[in-house]
């Protein structure tokens, strides 16, 4: 089950979060997405480290605790996108199609006139389709 | 997901909205206009390059991204791609245009000679009109990351050429 979602700007402002358990854990969610934006910097400035290559955007786990995974995406224009999920078997092409439904939603945000770049997304219709995407979001459906 | 529109349609939203800010809004200052101008192009630039690097793994150096520029951007807006880029390698690029799309529907004077006020006034609409596509490149590449300058220079209707200057 998805705990949150974020997205976060390319100086480290968050543009939005949102979670979905129901509780009262809204700072817990953010602190973990915080200490996951350290790890997204240490990813792209270290490439030797890791095994990831250089110009891909999906990221993968970042921050396996005991009860949350975090994953990650980047895109061209560093913003950064973030998962936390409870489930504990994800599957790899699940996150990867999720990703992608949710930088479309963020790109058509983005593309509305009255939205200020750097400020947080405040459309009722992005948090409504983003809402539609993590409801639809079930591992081991795709096949 | 997107509906279409005829092309006429921007057409007559970009010239009507550089004479507007031409010759209505900041008409004693075209100072002030030009730079309105260039600043609704590079949030368009802005947005507009959110779209069309969605699918795209990230890019490695300025060099890729300039070509991006000249390749698959201009591609979607203008139908064609950049016909020449040079560079100095220290950070300065030009990238030429020989038919630039919307500089196809402008008419030169052709009493240029005689009649200094006309002449004057087409080719001030001209550069304010190429405010708005220095705006959407400076947009681009700031958003991907590149802090620039972007002027144009169009001595040579339609053809028209970018300098772009990458800030260090």
């Known amino acids: 089950m998805i705990a949150c979602v974020a997205v976060v700007g390319h100086q480290n402002n968050p543009l939005y979060l949102q979670s979905f358990t129901g509780a009262d854990d809204a700072l817990k969610l953010h602190h973990i997405v915080h200490c996951s934006l350290d790890v997204i910097d240490e990813r792209v400035n270290n490439p030797k480290r890791s095994v990831i290559t250089l110009n891909e955007s999906y990221l993968g786990l970042l921050y396996p605790t005991e009860s949350y995974k975090v994953y990650g995406y980047l895109s061209n224009t560093k913003v950064k996108f973030l998962v936390v999920t409870t489930d504990l078997d994800v599957k790899d092409t699940d996150i990867r199609s999720f990703f992608r439904r949710f930088h479309a939603a963020y790109v058509d945000a983005v593309s509305n006139p009255f939205h200020v770049p750097g400020k947080k997304i405040i459309s009722r219709i992005f948090a409504a389709r983003v809402s539609g995407i993590v409801k639809a979001f079930a591992p081991g459906t795709y096949g | ?168």
């Not at chain 2, 520029?69 to 591609?75: S, Y």
């Not at chain 2, 002027?151 to 260090?168: E, G, T, Y």
């Open chain 2, 1 to 168: 997901m997107g509906r279409e529109v005829a092309e006429s349609c921007i057409d007559g939203v970009i010239i009507e909205m550089v004479s507007a800010y031409g010759r209505r809004f900041y008409a004693t200052k075209p100072e002030l206009a030009a730079h309105r101008i260039e600043a609704i192009g590079y949030q368009v630039g802005h947005q507009l390059i959110e779209r069309y690097t969605m699918e795209r793994p990230r890019f490695n150096d300025h060099l890729e991204v300039i070509k991006f520029i000249c390749k698959d951007f201009w591609q979607e807006l203008f139908k064609k791609q950049i016909d020449n880029l040079k560079t100095n390698h220290k950070g300065t690029f030009v990238l030429q245009d020989n038919n630039f799309r919307w500089l196809t529907r402008i008419s030169i004077d052709p009493s240029s000679d005689n009649n200094d006020g006309s002449q004057g006034s087409s080719s001030e609409a001209t550069n304010l009109l190429l405010y708005f596509p220095c705006g959407i490149i400076r947009g681009a590449l700031s958003n991907l990351g590149i802090p620039c300058a972007v002027s144009a220079d169009s001595s040579n209707l339609p053809f028209c050429s970018f300098m772009v200057r990458i800030k260090a």
